[in-house]
């Protein structure tokens, strides 16, 4: 070929329902231009089928636009809407932060997204878009999501189910050809179970149906039973046989691969939100479910999880006698915080005569112990006041420990009830030291609750704790003594006891 006959090649196939297609390199013909663009339109070579009006191209993606208002029938008149947005041929796009107003446009719904978005729930509205957005937030509030707004018109949703992680994002965009302005909400499940993540999307349009241009009038505004994970599972339908039990406990302590425990582990979970199912894991036994949970707290973030769910499951049974030494805490003895918190003040206080008192209390998941402990606590602390007038004190306690504390200073617990310090040894106890207090699930401190000892304390309670911050994380709430903590809490109160001639009782 010439270069004169190549200076604008098309590639074209040839071919009839009876013969062979034919490949052949040509020029293009002087009349025969099936699409026409403009100067700085597409300009890279094409694909062109005979007799169908159709291109593909190489063009950069800046051309794609044109592409997408392409007719597949040239002869037929558009409607006026369609020709209005080829003439203008602009996008709606994120206006630039410079701009003196820095508003951001609802982006419009380009004709390839048309073919993907079959694949996602969604619903039309014709409302404006800030209601939309507005009303989209407050459906999601009531069941606790993390959502963060992205470009405005875009919500990437994180939501813990039953211990379960489900992510999603919720995007408005604009759609075209019609006679109004309308839009479309589309739900995209990123990770995590379909059917949880059905179940909340219906539940999300019923609270929205005054944006909902086709609303689900007969959906639930709230979780079904099996999905919510306040409510306990009551009846026949959710118990399990002993048998089940035994092999379930049994699967969790094999050697199995990672997606199939995961599988497993999450069936004992969802059972174990009905009381004779916690029961019956007891029974048949004990000490293998024990051993389950236990390397389940010491393995990755979501078996972990999993784990505390378990845990809190059991330990709504405060009152009941199966559930008061199903794990037990820390053995006697000062425990994990409290031997290191002792030794650091004792080398903080060089010079001072320094002791400690073990308080005799039955730490477990019920915490029922935390009563009879502070009433320990409190005939420790007036007996060894009454021998030696001299000795000051330092308070302080490890989870339940801390509720022991709690109780003895005189604030108000849910965890039961015991005698209290007098106040007239306010003066000598110079600091009281807590972590992972369960105080401060109630919206409470030691600082907002105790007038007479809310300056003397120094709570710690790490992010993702999941006795004082309502988290998830238990290895937040095992790693005090080795994160600084309890370092730091013995420097604070050693500061506090420092100037004192007399002796330290801790």
Same mark, same amino acid.
């Given at each position: 070929?010439?270069?004169s006959?190549?200076?604008a090649?098309?590639f074209?196939?040839?071919g009839?329902?009876d013969?062979?297609? /034919?490949?052949?390199?040509?020029p293009p013909?002087s009349?025969?231009a099936i699409?026409i663009?403009?100067?700085?339109?597409?300009?890279?070579p094409v694909t062109?089928?005979?007799?169908i009006?159709?291109?593909?191209?190489t063009?950069?993606?800046d051309?794609?636009?044109?592409?997408?208002?392409l007719?597949f029938?040239?002869?037929?008149?558009?409607?006026?809407?369609?020709?209005?947005q080829?003439q203008s041929?602009?996008k709606q796009?994120?206006?630039s932060?410079?701009?003196p107003?820095?508003?951001v446009?609802?982006p419009?719904?380009?004709?390839?997204?048309?073919?993907?978005?079959?694949?996602?729930?969604s619903?039309p509205?014709t409302?404006?878009?800030?209601?939309?957005?507005?009303s989209?937030q407050n459906?999601?509030?009531?069941f606790?999501?993390t959502?963060r707004i992205?470009?405005r018109?875009t919500?990437?949703v994180?939501?813990?189910c039953?211990?379960?992680?489900i992510?999603?994002s919720?995007s408005l965009v604009?759609e /075209?050809g019609h %006679?109004?302005?309308q839009?479309?909400?589309?739900?995209r499940?990123e990770?995590g179970?379909?059917?949880?993540f059905l179940?909340?999307v219906?539940?999300?349009?019923?609270?929205c149906s005054?944006v909902?241009?086709?609303?689900l009038f007969?959906?639930e505004?709230?979780l079904?039973?099996?999905?919510d994970?306040?409510?306990?599972?009551?009846?026949?339908?959710?118990a399990?046989a002993?048998t089940?039990a035994a092999q379930? =406990?049994?699967?969790?302590?094999? /050697?199995?691969?990672?997606?199939?425990?995961?599988?497993? =582990?999450k069936?004992?979970?969802?059972h174990?939100?009905h009381?004779g199912?916690r029961r019956l894991?007891l029974?048949?036994?004990?000490s293998?479910?024990?051993?389950a949970?236990?390397?389940m707290l010491a393995d990755?973030?979501?078996l972990?999880r999993?784990?505390v769910?378990?845990?809190?499951?059991?330990?709504?049974?405060s009152?009941?006698?199966?559930s008061?030494?199903?794990?037990s805490?820390?053995?006697?003895?000062?425990g994990?915080?409290?031997?290191?918190?002792?030794s650091g003040?004792?080398s903080?206080?060089?010079g001072?005569s320094? %002791?400690?008192?073990?308080?005799d209390?039955?730490a477990?998941?019920?915490?029922? %112990?935390?009563?009879?402990?502070?009433?320990d606590?409190?005939k420790?602390v007036?007996?060894v006041? /009454?021998?030696?007038?001299?000795?000051?004190?330092?308070?302080?306690?490890?989870?339940?420990?801390a509720s022991?504390t709690?109780i003895? =200073?005189?604030?108000?617990?849910?965890?039961?009830?015991g005698d209290?310090i007098?106040?007239t040894?306010s003066s000598?106890i110079?600091?009281?030291?807590t972590?992972?207090?369960?105080?401060k699930?109630?919206?409470?401190?030691?600082?907002?609750?105790?007038?007479?000892?809310?300056?003397?304390?120094?709570e710690?309670?790490n992010t993702?704790?999941?006795v004082?911050g309502?988290g998830?994380?238990?290895?937040?709430h095992?790693t005090?003594?080795t994160?600084g903590?309890v370092?730091t809490?013995a420097e604070?109160?050693?500061t506090?006891v420092?100037?004192?001639?007399?002796?330290?009782?801790?």
């Amino acid at each position: 070929m010439s270069d004169s006959n190549t200076s604008a090649p098309i590639f074209q196939i040839q071919g009839t329902l009876d013969d062979e297609l /034919q490949l052949e390199f040509a020029p293009p013909s002087s009349g025969g231009a099936i699409y026409i663009t403009e100067d700085d339109a597409v300009s890279s070579p094409v694909t062109q089928y005979r007799d169908i009006p159709f291109e593909f191209t190489t063009a950069s993606m800046d051309h794609l636009e044109t592409l997408d208002n392409l007719s597949f029938f040239p002869t037929a008149k558009q409607p006026a809407g369609d020709q209005q947005q080829y003439q203008s041929k602009q996008k709606q796009m994120t206006a630039s932060p410079l701009s003196p107003s820095g508003a951001v446009e609802v982006p419009v719904k380009e004709g390839w997204d048309s073919v993907f978005s079959a694949a996602y729930l969604s619903f039309p509205s014709t409302a404006n878009p800030e209601k939309i957005m507005t009303s989209l937030q407050n459906a999601l509030t009531p069941f606790d999501c993390t959502v963060r707004i992205e470009n405005r018109w875009t919500l990437r949703v994180s939501w813990l189910c039953v211990a379960e992680e489900i992510a999603f994002s919720v995007s408005l965009v604009q759609e /075209q050809g019609h %006679s109004r302005l309308q839009y479309e909400v589309a739900f995209r499940r990123e990770f995590g179970d379909e059917a949880v993540f059905l179940q909340l999307v219906e539940c999300v349009r019923a609270r929205c149906s005054d944006v909902d241009m086709e609303p689900l009038f007969f959906a639930e505004v709230t979780l079904e039973p099996w999905l919510d994970a306040k409510q306990e599972l009551k009846g026949r339908r959710y118990a399990i046989a002993d048998t089940e039990a035994a092999q379930l =406990i049994k699967e969790m302590n094999a /050697q199995l691969d990672a997606d199939t425990l995961y599988e497993v =582990i999450k069936v004992v979970k969802n059972h174990c939100r009905h009381r004779g199912n916690r029961r019956l894991f007891l029974e048949v036994d004990r000490s293998g479910f024990a051993q389950a949970l236990k390397w389940m707290l010491a393995d990755s973030e979501v078996l972990a999880r999993f784990a505390v769910f378990i845990l809190l499951q059991y330990a709504k049974e405060s009152g009941d006698d199966e559930s008061d030494d199903i794990f037990s805490g820390e053995a006697a003895g000062l425990g994990i915080c409290g031997k290191p918190l002792v030794s650091g003040i004792t080398s903080n206080l060089a010079g001072m005569s320094v %002791s400690s008192y073990a308080v005799d209390y039955l730490a477990s998941m019920s915490q029922t %112990s935390a009563g009879p402990g502070a009433t320990d606590m409190t005939k420790h602390v007036v007996s060894v006041a /009454q021998e030696c007038p001299d000795t000051v004190f330092v308070l302080g306690g490890y989870s339940q420990g801390a509720s022991v504390t709690d109780i003895s =200073i005189g604030i108000e617990t849910t965890l039961g009830s015991g005698d209290t310090i007098p106040e007239t040894l306010s003066s000598r106890i110079k600091a009281i030291v807590t972590f992972g207090n369960p105080l401060k699930l109630t919206g409470q401190t030691i600082k907002s609750a105790s007038p007479t000892y809310g300056s003397k304390s120094f709570e710690f309670c790490n992010t993702g704790d999941p006795v004082c911050g309502n988290g998830f994380n238990v290895m937040a709430h095992l790693t005090y003594a080795t994160d600084g903590s309890v370092k730091t809490a013995a420097e604070k109160a050693s500061t506090l006891v420092k100037g004192s001639t007399r002796s330290l009782r801790a």
